[in-house]
């Protein structure tokens, strides 16, 4: 079983967390809105996790067992893809680096005015999205907790994929997250994370990163 150092799995998640913490107490509102803007740390940070996963998806497909070969392959390249536009969708495909003009007719379909995708459509974004924050909990808390107190209930066949136990803190800090943006949706009176959303991508996308990280590793191995 390959792991990381702690610096990765532990430090930073917590990092995070103190970070997004002193932001709220201490930070005006001027600075909120430009920490949680589309140029701020938590945009760039998110771009940064997909396209290191990207890269580390890509590495892997040169490590496959021969044995596994078509199971893998498929595995890694949704992730692949997956990465790609993630990545790609967060610098709007350039557009946030090189702020280039929307073109008028693509104005029309996307409500912020931005040459992505996930603003056009739900299905382009929120359900994605929903979808990845699932696997990130059934990967990061659900798998982990099979594998200590029920493990026969996991095939064996699939034992390279399961993402190992250290991740299971990111995975719980998006869980919390998310539960913290419900309750500021509820009573908007006692908001306790400006903009919570930005936070839990964050944290899922550097959940996929160590896992892609952690994968290569194994496969190289």
Not at 112 to 117: I, R, S, V, Y
Request: charged residues 15%; hydrophobic residues 50%; glycine residues 6%.
């Amino acid at each position: 079983m390959q792991t990381l150092h702690k610096i990765w799995w532990l430090w930073i998640p917590l990092a995070i967390l103190l970070a997004q913490i002193g932001i709220e107490i201490f930070g005006s509102h001027e600075f909120k809105g430009a920490v949680h803007s589309e140029n701020g740390p938590h945009e760039s940070l998110q771009f940064l996790c997909a396209f290191a996963g990207l890269i580390f998806a890509l590495r892997s497909l040169f490590h496959i067992p021969p044995d596994q070969k078509p199971f893998l392959t498929g595995w890694i390249i949704c992730f692949a893809l997956g990465c790609a536009y993630i990545s790609g969708e967060e610098i709007s495909w350039g557009q946030h680096i090189f702020e280039w003009g929307t073109p008028e007719f693509w104005s029309s379909v996307n409500d912020q005015n931005e040459t992505n995708l996930h603003n056009t459509s739900s299905w382009l974004d929120q359900k994605p999205r929903l979808i990845l924050f699932i696997g990130v909990i059934v990967g990061g808390l659900i798998i982990p907790a099979l594998q200590k107190f029920k493990p026969q209930l996991l095939p064996e066949i699939f034992k390279l994929i399961y993402p190992p136990a250290f991740l299971s803190l990111t995975a719980f800090l998006a869980l919390s997250v998310k539960l913290i943006d419900k309750v500021d949706e509820r009573l908007p009176e006692m908001i306790i994370f400006s903009r919570a959303s930005e936070v839990e991508e964050l944290y899922v996308f550097y959940f996929v990163f160590m896992y892609l990280m952690v994968l290569y590793r194994r496969l190289r191995a």
